[in-house]
């Protein structure tokens, strides 16, 4: 049974930085790739940042470009998002995800909350 688990959300103010982890267990079968997803209050689940397993290569939305970095352990089956300069509209349920054996799978998010 695949099982992502995130951590690393809380709340920080304006201008600071979190690190998110997700460990990703259970996995019988290649990953393609994992990302990161928010979805804030009344708003549509967005993808923030992807990464390719096989190629390293990564996806930014613009939004957090040159903010957010996403990076994995690939011996750990562990994936990381480093934001910083966090802002306000950042605020939202991050969600780790992994596509591969021709489906997604989700954690159950963790909260970032940003203030001003």
């Known amino acids: 049974q695949v099982q992502l688990v995130e951590s690393g959300g809380g709340l920080v103010q304006a201008g600071g930085s979190l690190r998110l982890s997700c460990a990703a267990s259970g996995i019988m079968f290649r990953i393609n790739s994992m990302g990161w997803h928010r979805q804030a209050p009344g708003k549509q689940r967005e993808l923030v940042a992807g990464?390719?397993?096989?190629?390293?290569?990564?996806t930014y939305a613009d939004s957090v470009k040159g903010r957010f970095t996403i990076s994995r352990d690939i011996q750990k089956n562990t994936l990381y998002l480093e934001m910083n300069s966090l802002k306000p509209e950042d605020t939202a349920v991050y969600y780790c995800?992994?596509?591969?054996?021709?489906?997604?799978?989700w954690g159950q998010g963790t909260l970032v909350t940003v203030s001003s």
């Open positions: 990464l390719s397993w096989t190629y390293g290569s990564t």
């Open positions: 995800n992994v596509y591969g054996g021709a489906r997604d799978y």
